[in-house]
């Protein structure tokens, strides 16, 4: 049994008169931009670099991004995974995660004399100052995003007698502030755009003066993968989604494209797990990849798709991305 999360919407298309003009018609359409964004790249690069520089064993707190292949890629270098501080011998070389930890976790750290370097997503960290900003101003801050997800964990964690999780639409009912004048609300950085105006549309309902937060909070990758998904779905009888079952971002893609029109949705980890079934009767293939899924993967896929007849592939661009983040400083290449 394939292992890939499917939501169907089980509206069935019917296969084209002849099989000839089928054939022919058969194409994918590539979401751009997908894959690595600019904090997972740093992400990655801070652990790989680490390894050189200091050698193995790298301790990792969590996952250093939620995907498998690169996991256990890391994993086969000398990395070892720990969910928490004190599974780190005193003294060695921790790295935290790209979703960022709060203060709690740096205590315990430096309480175990363990050597840190810190690959949070500098969008990440932005969030954790808008916490950390409206707790002084003694605001209710409102985060939305998804319960016992790192990053939640992290950015609460820096006011957590201030901030409130809520969770979705259905998450606004049981929320009550101390004072309707100072609410503001904040959010997950990977979270489906739409679904989270919706949250916020609900929460101004109750809270005519709920403030929005300085900038962006759900970041430009998330946002722009959903706006290419979006612009593929219409025409798609299927979307692949290469990405991890526990990747927010990843797993937000499958519902966009659901949502914009997509006969079905896949999430796959690797090609081997794209169940050929899935094929029958399809003309249009969209794919895309989470933020932090390797291109090789997505490779993978295509390949798989040209040998059952889908070798025609248009990309479908809706935006360009340039941005990048340096290194944390620790391993920045000492100045002359
Ligand atoms: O589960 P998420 O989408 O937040 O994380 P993932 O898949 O590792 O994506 C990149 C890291 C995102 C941090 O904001
Ligand atoms: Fe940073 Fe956005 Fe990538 Fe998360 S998804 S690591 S916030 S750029």
């Known amino acids: 049994m394939s292992s890939a999360i499917s939501l169907n919407v ?17 194409r994918v359409l590539l979401a751009e931009p997908r894959g690595y964004c600019a904090g997972v790249d740093r992400a990655v690069e801070t652990v790989e670099k680490a390894l050189e520089k200091h050698g193995a064993p790298v ?19 000398g990395v070892i995974f720990v969910d928490e501080t004190d599974e780190v011998p005193a003294g060695a070389l921790l790295v935290f995660s790209a979703h960022g930890v709060s203060p709690a976790v740096h205590t315990a750290a430096a309480e175990r004399d363990l050597r840190t370097i810190d690959a949070t997503c500098p969008l990440v960290t932005k969030v954790h100052q808008e916490a ?3 707790a002084r101003d003694d605001f209710d801050i409102l985060l939305i995003g998804h319960e016992g997800h790192e990053e939640v964990e992290g950015t609460a964690g820096e006011a957590p007698d201030h901030v409130q999780l809520v969770d979705g639409p ?14 503001i609300w904040l959010s997950q950085t990977t979270l489906s755009v739409d679904e989270t105006m919706e949250t916020v549309r609900l929460l101004r309902e ?4 709920l403030q929005d937060p300085p900038s962006d909070d759900i970041c430009y990758a998330t ?4 706006t290419a998904v979006k612009a593929m779905a219409p025409e798609c009888d299927l979307v692949i989604v290469v990405g991890s079952r526990n990747s927010s971002n990843s797993v937000r893609l499958v519902e966009v494209a659901l949502n914009a029109g997509a006969r079905a949705a896949h999430l796959v980890d690797y090609a081997r797990e794209v169940d050929t079934a899935w094929l029958d009767g399809v003309r249009t293939v969209g794919i895309t990849s989470g933020a932090s899924v390797p291109e090789i993967l997505v490779e993978g896929v ?3 798709l040209a040998e059952h007849g889908f070798g025609n592939v248009q990309p479908v661009t809706t935006a360009n991305e340039t941005l990048v983040f340096a290194l944390p400083r620790e391993l920045r290449p000492a100045r002359r």
């Open 10 to 26: 089980g509206i069935a298309r019917s296969a084209s008169a002849g099989s000839a003009d089928a054939a022919d018609a058969k």
């Open 59 to 77: 301790y990792v707190r969590k996952e250093i991004v939620h995907n498998r292949h690169v996991v256990e890629t890391l994993r086969e270098r």
């Open 132 to 134: 950390k900003r409206f």
């Open 170 to 183: 259905g998450g606004v009912d049981g929320v009550t502030v101390r004072d309707e004048n100072k609410v």
């Open 206 to 209: 109750k809270f005519p003066l």
């Open 223 to 226: 946002s722009n993968r959903q």
């Open 302 to 304: 295509l390949e798989l």
